[in-house]
């Protein structure tokens, strides 16, 4: 079934997910494969630049960038254009010509300008800076001189700024006439030399008698970052304070540029993603990025310090060799035993990684985070070193192998937790990525913990002979 264009309203189609996106995505292929430009054109002006991204996505990468050239005015293009995913992005611009791309980008604000100027070919990117507007041109490039993991990489320059002498009727009448400014949620204050004195919202200048001079009703405690803050600080702030934006300052107290909560927003999804893949041993981008060697490369350091743990937790299982061959039965609870305390470290680490990242823990939390999982740990660990501990027992008619498998269990998820949260605060301790610690240390770090205890729990409750020399 597909929809007919001439019987379909905007709010039919706008915004809709689901059953009739995916009727929406074949409406608009077949319309593409038909070469019926104007209906495409036609229900592409109904269409919901996030929705039409998300038809983009879902349609045969041959088709994209035909379809995407159909859009026909440049700022709906542009809008577009920032909300596909990284692949349809690549697709896009690798497959737009330049003279195209060039007013499309022109109608980008210019933090989404930047974003993308990032992503290309240092020929293309200082191509397209010629093709630019002088004014843009000048902007970009001062964007570009800040590092991208920076306030100054992430901000756009558009803002909305005015002398603390204007009247709030002024203000509303300028706000008026300057509609093209990207997102108006505040209002900010500033002297003859360009430097922030405060900050009002548009709730706030609407409230305003109409005489009443800026000064009067701003907001002089103003929540600032510096042009090299952080975006990780960036988000934290405006998460904090619960800021739809956040000005930019110099180091003299300049107002360059702001930050706006959407901006943060995808700060967040970037932050929590490189941490997610990180604890994996693995970055964003190589699967569709990469060739077959290059991501192999990518992931043999952390495979290789996870081989390294193996060896030694197999080094410990040789030398325990006489005690296994005495009782075959031990080898029968290794995976269990190695698995629980596996999947406990993997779930506190990832609490603890996430906490660190997003400052609802610190260091100086260590000590009560450490008491805490100890006690997680015992809890867990009792239940099921007591529920393994009789399954041994009457697997294999042995109370002893029941009580050695049992305490191995308890040692194993107690040591676990807690070894789950000292590595991550260790490596922020040291100024490493906690999320780091998740993925190869833990792992490692348990595994052979685990073996060991195992062993020796063994050879003391069995009162075997201890390993070899």
Known sequence: MFIDVSKTSPTQIIGDTGAKLRKLTE?????????????????????????????????????????????????????????????VQRIILAETPDAQLTPILEKLPPDE??????????ERAERLLSELEKASQKELEKLLSYHPDTAGGIMTTEFFDLTGDTTADQAIRAVREHAEVEMVYYLYVTDAEHKLEGVISIRQLLLAKPQALLRDVMNARIITVSTDTSRESVAALVDKYRLLAIPVVDESQHLVGMITVDDVIDVLETET??????????DKAEILTHSTFRIAWIRLPWLLAAFIGGLAATWIVR??????????????????????AGNVGVQTATVTVRGLATGSLDLRDVWGVLYKELRVGLILGVFYGFTLGLFGWFMFGSLDLGGVVGFTILGNMTGAALLAVALPMLFQRIGADPAIATGPFVTTAIDVFGVLNYFMLATLLLDLPGAVS
């Open 273 to 282: 993603t490189q941490d997610m893949l990180r604890m994996a041993g693995t």
């Open 319 to 340: 030398n325990f060799e006489g005690v296994l061959t005495q009782v075959i039965a031990l080898g029968a609870f290794l995976p269990v035993v190695m698995g629980m």
């Open 27 to 87: 409406t608009i292929e077949r319309l593409h494969v038909r070469g019926a430009t104007r209906p495409l054109e036609k229900i592409i002006h109904k269409v919901y630049p996030a929705d039409l991204a998300s038809v983009l996505a879902s349609i045969p990468e041959v088709h994209v960038a035909p379809i995407f050239h159909s859009i026909p005015e440049a700022e709906l293009a542009a809008d577009v254009l920032i909300q596909v995913n990284d692949r």
């Open 113 to 122: 300008r930047v974003l993308l100027i990032r992503e290309m070919e240092p």
